[in-house]
C-alpha cells in the first residue's frame, strides 16, 4: 500500500517525468476537452444539470482552438452570476505540458502546470509566486461533455469535488450530418445524441432511412427521441436511384418518403445521385430534372423544402454542358433548393462563390467540411466563403466530418469549436 501511494504522489507531482503513453499524447489536441460552456451538477452521482446550477464555467479560445483558452468561473448570487476566478491556460511546446496562470476573487494569484495522463484525466498543479504550493486538481473526463474535478487545498488540507456537465451555446444554429457519427448513432443513438446537444448543436440532418424508418424508429419515436435530447430534426438526407426506373415506381417511393418525413417534422429532404455516372446525355439530366421538380413540388405542398446535394461529379460536362449548372438552371427554384458540399466542391476545383453569385439564394444549405477535421488542411477558407452566406441564402450551415484523427465524437466537437468560436465567432 506504500509503494501505491508513493507512486501516486509521483504520478501528481510537480515536476512530471512522462511515461512512454504519456509521450505520445497529443497534449494540445486534448486541451480542447475543456473548451465550452460547463454547469455544475448538484451532486457529483448526478448526470443532468439541476434548475438551479451554483457554478458556472467558460472556456474559450483566444488565439486559434489549440490555444490560449480564457477561463472564468462564476458562482451564483442571488439571480446574478459573480466572477470567482479568471485563468489563461495554455499547451507549451517547449515542455510539452500544459501551463496556466490566473487569480481568484481573493487576490490569490497563481500559475500552474500539468498534463494529460491519458486521454482521459489530466492533472494540474498550481503555486503561489512566492513557489508554495497552493492546490492540485485532478480532471476527470467521463464523456467529451462531463468532467469531474477533484481539488486538493494545500492551505487547508481538504479536498474538494465538483462535477460539471456541458452546455454549450446554441445561439448560432449549427446542424450535424450523422453520418460523422453513424457508427455511434447505431450503437447508441439516445447517447450519441444527448452528446451532441451538450456539444451545441441545434439541429441534426440523419444519414439513416429505410422504408418509413430513421435509425429503426417510427418518424414519431425518432423526432421525439432527437427532441428528448434538445436537438431539432430539420433536415433528412435520403437516397433513391431514378435512372432506369419507371415514374410511377420513384413517385411511388416518394410518396411513402414524404409521408414519413412529414410525420417527422422534418424542414427539408436532402438527396445525393448516386448514379451520376450514369448520366451520359442531356435528355438524362432533362429526365432527372422532371423528377426533381416533382418531388420538390411534392415536398413543397407537405410542407417540406427538397434539396440536391453535391459531390464531385455533378462538375464534370455532358455534350460540352456541366451538369451541375443543367440542374441548376432547369430546376425550379420554388421547389428545388442546393446543399452546397463545400468540401467536394473544392476537391472538384470549383470555387462555391462563384455560384453563390451567379445563382443567389439557391444555396440554403452548406456541408462544412474538411480533409478530416475542421480547419485541419488549412485549405478550405470559409472565412471567405461564410462572408457570401447572405447571398446564397444560407439557412442551415451543417458541420460534417468523414476522415478522423481521433474519436468521431471528438473530432466533431472540433468542428462545432471552430465554427463557433473562429468562423462564426463575430457573427
Known amino acids: 500500500m506504500k509503494k ?53 464555467m467558460t472556456v474559450e479560445p483566444s488565439i486559434n482552438a489549440e ?64 513557489g508554495k504550493p497552493t492546490l492540485d486538481v485532478k480532471f476527470e473526463f467521463k464523456s467529451l461533455t462531463e468532467v469531474l474535478l477533484t481539488g486538493t487545498d494545500y492551505k487547508t488540507n481538504k479536498t474538494w469535488k465538483v462535477k460539471y456537465i456541458k452546455q454549450n451555446p446554441k445561439d448560432k444554429q449549427i446542424g450535424i450530418q450523422l453520418v460523422s457519427v453513424r457508427k455511434k448513432m447505431l450503437d447508441n443513438p439516445e447517447k450519441t445524441l444527448n452528446e451532441l446537444s451538450r456539444m451545441g448543436f441545434s439541429f441534426i440532418e440523419s444519414f439513416v432511412y429505410d422504408i418509413g424508418k430513421f435509425y429503426d424508429y417510427t418518424p414519431i419515436e425518432f423526432k421525439n427521441l432527437v427532441e428528448s435530447q434538445g436537438l431539432k430534426f430539420k433536415g433528412s438526407m435520403v437516397f433513391k436511384d431514378m435512372l432506369g426506373k419507371d415514374d410511377k415506381e420513384i413517385m411511388t417511393w416518394w410518396n411513402q418518403c414524404v409521408k414519413s418525413h412529414k410525420e417527422a417534422g422534418v424542414t427539408f429532404i436532402t438527396t445525393s445521385n448516386n448514379e451520376i455516372d450514369k448520366v451520359k446525355t442531356l435528355q438524362d439530366l432533362e429526365r432527372l430534372c422532371k423528377l426533381y421538380n416533382r418531388i420538390g413540388k411534392l415536398c413543397q405542398e407537405n410542407g417540406i423544402k427538397f434539396g440536391i446535394h453535391n459531390h464531385t461529379k455533378e462538375f464534370k460536362t455532358v455534350e460540352t454542358t456541366v451538369m451541375y449548372d443543367y440542374l441548376l438552371n432547369n430546376t425550379n427554384p420554388e421547389y428545388v433548393f442546393f446543399e452546397s458540399d463545400l468540401y467536394w466542391m473544392k476537391v472538384a476545383g470549383i470555387n462555391p462563390v462563384d455560384y453563390f453569385i451567379t445563382y443567389p439564394n439557391r444555396f440554403l444549405s452548406w456541408h462544412l467540411k474538411d480533409d478530416t477535421e475542421l480547419g485541419a488542411s488549412g485549405t478550405m477558407d470559409f472565412q471567405k466563403i461564410y462572408s457570401h452566406s447572405e447571398k446564397a441564402g444560407l439557412l442551415y450551415p451543417i458541420a460534417e466530418v468523414e476522415q478522423y484523427n481521433f474519436d468521431p465524437l471528438f473530432s466533431v466537437e472540433m468542428a462545432y469549436q471552430y465554427l463557433y468560436y473562429l468562423i462564426l465567432g463575430e457573427k
Not at 21 to 29: G, K, T, V
Not at 35 to 46: A, H, K, Q, R
Not at 91 to 119: E, M, P, W
Request: charged fraction near 15%; charge should be negative.
Open 4 to 56: 501505491i501511494k508513493f507512486l501516486l504522489v509521483l504520478m501528481i507531482s510537480s515536476v512530471f517525468v512522462m511515461s512512454g503513453q504519456e509521450s505520445e499524447l497529443n497534449q494540445q489536441a486534448l486541451l480542447r476537452h475543456y473548451i465550452g460552456t460547463w454547469y455544475s451538477t448538484d451532486t457529483i452521482t448526478d448526470t443532468e444539470v439541476g434548475a438551479n446550477p451554483s457554478i458556472k
Open 67 to 130: 490555444n490560449a483558452l480564457h477561463v472564468k468561473v462564476f458562482e451564483k448570487a442571488g439571480n446574478t452570476w459573480q466572477t470567482i476566478l479568471v485563468e489563461l491556460i495554455s499547451y507549451d511546446k517547449t515542455s510539452n505540458q500544459i501551463v496556466a496562470l490566473g487569480t481568484n476573487i481573493n487576490h490569490g494569484s497563481f500559475v500552474g502546470s500539468g498534463r494529460f495522463l491519458n486521454d482521459s484525466l489530466w492533472v494540474m498543479k498550481d503555486k503561489d509566486f512566492n
